[in-house]
C-alpha cells in the first residue's frame, strides 16, 4: 500500500495562475479531505468528501473547487491563485465518515508558494 | 477564541523527564479525541486516541475531562525521539459528517 499519495511536493505559482493538487489513496477509505496548515493557524479543513460524487465546504473553501469521482482520487483546483493561498496543504483519508474514532491518514503534503 | 486550544511551547525537557501538556476545548458537542504527531516538514500522524476513562500506551497517557473541557497528555521518561509538535484534535458533528478541528500543536524538544 502506498497510502496517500500527494503530487507535486512543491509549487511556485504566479498570482492569477490554476493548477491543480493531486490526491490518491489506495486504501479504499470513503472518507477524503483536504487541509492547509499555516503557521499559528493549525489545520484547516478546505474541503472533503464522505465518497464517490460527494463533496462539500470545510472552514476555509473559498478560491478551492474539488470533484470526486473515484473512490481513489480527490484533487483540489485552485481556480485563480492568491499570495494568501500560500500555504501547506495536506490530503488525508480515513476508512469512513461515520465512525467517530476513525484515524485520519494524511499525504505527505504539498507547499505552496503564489507570488 | 480559537475552538482548540494548546500552549505553543517549546517544553525544553531532558531526556528521561517526564513532561504534560493540556488542550481545552470550546465545543461541548464535541464527540472524539486524538493527539497527533507531527514531525518537521512532515505530515501528522496519528499518536493516540483519548477516551473518557483515560488510557494508557507504553510511555504516553491520554486524559480527557468532558466537565472541564480539557484534554492531556503525560509523556514518561522523555527520548530524543520524542521532539516534535504535538496537535490536539477534536471531531465534532455540524451536519451528520464528522470534522476534525485541529489545534495548532504544542511543539517538544528532548535534549540528551
Known amino acids: 500500500n502506498a497510502g496517500v499519495t500527494q503530487t507535486p511536493k512543491f509549487q511556485v505559482l504566479k498570482t492569477g495562475q490554476s493548477m491543480t493538487l493531486q490526491c490518491a489513496q489506495d486504501?479504499?477509505?470513503?472518507?477524503m479531505s483536504w487541509y492547509r496548515q499555516d503557521p499559528g493557524m493549525g489545520l484547516r479543513l478546505i474541503h472533503y468528501?464522505?465518497?464517490?460524487?460527494?463533496?462539500d465546504q470545510g472552514e476555509v473553501p473559498n478560491g478551492y473547487n474539488v470533484s470526486r469521482s473515484t473512490t481513489e482520487d480527490f484533487p483540489l483546483r485552485l481556480l485563480s491563485a492568491a499570495p494568501s493561498q500560500t500555504s501547506v496543504y495536506f490530503c488525508?483519508?480515513?476508512?469512513?465518515?461515520?465512525?467517530?474514532?476513525?484515524?485520519?491518514?494524511f499525504g505527505p503534503g504539498t507547499r505552496l508558494t503564489v507570488l | 477564541r480559537k475552538e482548540v486550544e494548546q500552549d505553543p511551547g517549546p517544553f525544553n525537557v531532558p531526556e528521561g523527564a517526564t513532561v504534560a501538556f493540556n488542550c481545552t476545548y470550546s465545543?461541548?458537542?464535541?464527540?472524539?479525541f486524538f493527539w497527533y504527531r507531527q514531525d518537521c516538514r512532515k505530515e501528522p500522524k496519528l499518536l493516540m486516541s483519548?477516551?473518557?476513562s483515560g488510557n494508557e500506551d507504553g510511555r504516553f497517557t491520554a486524559q480527557l475531562n468532558r466537565a472541564s473541557q480539557y484534554i492531556s497528555l503525560l509523556i514518561r521518561d522523555s527520548k530524543l525521539s520524542d521532539s516534535a509538535t504535538y496537535l490536539c484534535?477534536?471531531?465534532?458533528?455540524?451536519?451528520?459528517?464528522?470534522?476534525?478541528?485541529f489545534g495548532t500543536g504544542t511543539r517538544l524538544l528532548v535534549s540528551p
Open positions: 468528501s464522505v465518497g464517490a460524487g460527494i463533496t
Open positions: 484534535v477534536v471531531n465534532r458533528r455540524d451536519t451528520g459528517f464528522q470534522k476534525l478541528v
Open positions: 483519548v477516551y473518557s
Open positions: 488525508a483519508s480515513s476508512y469512513d465518515w461515520d465512525s467517530n474514532y476513525n484515524e485520519q491518514f
Open positions: 465545543n461541548s458537542a464535541s464527540q472524539s
Open positions: 486504501m479504499n477509505h470513503e472518507y
